[in-house]
């Protein structure tokens, strides 16, 4: 039998109440961190070392300049993350996680996992798979 069509809006408007369900659960459950999902997104780009100037990792979560440097100033206030001297640029900064920073996402990521769970509980685990599988696909088209 072969699969019926899909409507693209349709399904646009599933992915983002996916989004607002997921968001609105990971961010509730972590709120006694105090990091949302974005601050969590940029602080494990930060921990990676996959990034580390603030343009860097502007273009890696997707978010712009002034919206940026007002949450990495939040981060320098909570201590979660300090700005130094490029090593191999001395006019240029680097963005490093502390300590504090690695604690609280570590926290932080706990709490969204057991939030996830919770929500995948409708799925078993093929199915769980299969999503993640679909979902990192249709993530990455565009690298």
Known sequence: MAAQPVDPATLGLLLYRAHQLARGKANDAAAPTGLALHHAAALSAIQSGAVRSQRELGTAIGIDKSTLVRMLDDFERWHLVRRQRAAEDRRAYEIVITEEGE???????ELYREAMRELLKVFDAKEQRHLHDLLARFADQEG
Do not use: Q
């Open 103 to 109: 604690e609280r996402l570590r926290e932080a990521n």
